[in-house]
C-alpha cells in the first residue's frame, strides 16, 4: 500500500515518488477493505461462516455453542448461547488485535437493547433516534397524529420543480432507517414517499412532517 508524501517530508530529489506504509493508517481510504481482511482472516482461523447474504453477519455452532458475530466497520456485536462462549471470543479477539470492550450491549446503531433476565425478554427500541430525527427537522414540540398519512393523499411527480432547499432526501433516509429497525409501520408511508426524492415539492415536504408528527404519538 503507498500514500503520497506527507507535506513537509517531500524529497526534493523525487517529488513524484510515493511512501510505501508498513501497515494501514486510520482515516486512509484502504483502512476499512484492510480491516475488513482482518476481520474476515479472524473469522476463517476460528471457523466462522458467513451468513449468505449479509457479509457482515458470521455463524459459528461449536460443541452445542451458537456464537454469533455482527460486524459494522470497527464495531462488533457479540451474541452467544452462554457467557463462557462470549469470554472465549472476545479474548481470542484481544489476542489478535488491540480492542475496547465495552460490556454488555445497551446501544448499537441507534439500536436502543433492553434485557429483562428475570423474564427472559430482550426489546429493541429507537426511541432516543426518532427524539434526535424529530429534532433534527424542527418537530421535537410537533402535535402527534394517529396516521402517517392523509387519507386519499395523491403525490404528482414534477421532474423539473424540485425544491432542493428542503431536507427531503435526508428526512427519507432517517424515517427508512427508523422503519427498517423498529417500526414496520411506517412502511406504506415512506414506500409512497420516497418515490419522489428526486422530484419533491413543498406538498411532499408537509407529507413528510405528517409522518413525523405520526412517529410523534
Not at 201 to 206: D, P, S
Amino acid at each position: 500500500m503507498t500514500t503520497p508524501e506527507p507535506d513537509g517530508y517531500v524529497d526534493p530529489k523525487y517529488p513524484d515518488k510515493e511512501c510505501r506504509l508498513l501497515q494501514a493508517l486510520f482515516g486512509l481510504k484502504q483502512a476499512p477493505k484492510l480491516w475488513n481482511a482482518e476481520l474476515d482472516d479472524f473469522r476463517k482461523s476460528q471457523g466462522f461462516d458467513n451468513v449468505d447474504p449479509d457479509a457482515c453477519l458470521y455463524l459459528l455452532m461449536d460443541d452445542g455453542e451458537l456464537i454469533i458475530v455482527l460486524v459494522y466497520v470497527d464495531d462488533l456485536l457479540l451474541v452467544a448461547s452462554s457467557l463462557a462462549a462470549i469470554y472465549n471470543i472476545k479474548k481470542a479477539l484481544h489476542e489478535r488485535s488491540e480492542m475496547k470492550d465495552l460490556g454488555e450491549a445497551k446501544v448499537i446503531l441507534g439500536l436502543e437493547i433492553r434485557r429483562e433476565k428475570t423474564l427472559g425478554t430482550l426489546k429493541l427500541s429507537q426511541g432516543k433516534y426518532a427524539a434526535q430525527v424529530q429534532e433534527k427537522f424542527g418537530m421535537a414540540e410537533c402535535n402527534p397524529i394517529g396516521t402517517p398519512l392523509e387519507v386519499g393523499l395523491q403525490l404528482v411527480v414534477k421532474a423539473d420543480e424540485s425544491d432542493d432547499v428542503l431536507p427531503y432526501r435526508e428526512a427519507v433516509g432517517r424515517l427508512m432507517y427508523l422503519m427498517d429497525g423498529t417500526r414496520p409501520d411506517l412502511a406504506f408511508a415512506i414506500g409512497k414517499l420516497s418515490r419522489f426524492v428526486s422530484c419533491y415539492r413543498k406538498e411532499h415536504w408537509t407529507a413528510i412532517k405528517r409522518v413525523l408528527r405520526y412517529v410523534k404519538g
